[in-house]
């Protein structure tokens, strides 16, 4: 599967998968999130979170590198699977006008966020890398 | 979520997503597995590989502590999301009775191991904690 083949797919997708290094093992965590380019952009927003969810943040004060996944599962028909990874650096945006801009970036793919925008962190991600999988060869 | 709940969440889907540490940032892949007890199995079967498959292989024996989420997802109501994330230590198995046996146990779960049981290397997860999150609080 090629670049934007693979940047196409994952920008489509609706949910992805966040891992941080860790300081004591990988973390992974679903996100919403918008393509722009090739940056990522995800924030913390309003639904629950666990006492250990803002961890991801931590993690990536501590090591900025992250890999995000999404992939396609068919249970029946394996010939259908793919998968894409990006893997970037992450940048933390707490404050200041790239609050707003990602929240209307996610605003735009996710009507939840109309009426409650993501307050942050922003979690705003450069990729360095597009890799793409696909069982029947993109 | 308590953490019968959450294993029995997270036995019961179709996919993964494993994260390894990564030397030179974080690595997730989507997985196939099986969970029996506080273990959870999965292995390199004859679905199609880019070069770097196996590099999570090599990420293990660099650093066994693994991460890995099942996830549900649901555009229109977010009150139904949930995930499962299994924190662990992973030993492979490149020989022997246990390949076998995790080929089973996997056949088990997936029909299309029945005709092409997974070759191996299988990836043994010893998981030491089972998080889950509900947004309706589970």
Known sequence: MDVPEARRRFAAARVARLATRGVAGPRIVPIT???VGDRIVT????KPKTSR???RLD??????RVAILVDHWDDD???NLWWVRAEGVAALVEKGPGIRRAADQLAA???QYRDRPPAGPVIDITVTRW???AADGG
């Open 77 to 79: 028909d394996w010939s």
């Open 59 to 64: 993690d990536i004060r501590a090591d900025p």
């Open 43 to 46: 924030a913390v927003d309003h």
């Open 53 to 55: 969810a803002l961890a």
């Open 131 to 133: 890799i793409g999988w």
């Open 33 to 35: 999130f918008a393509v």
């Open 109 to 111: 793919r996710y009507r």
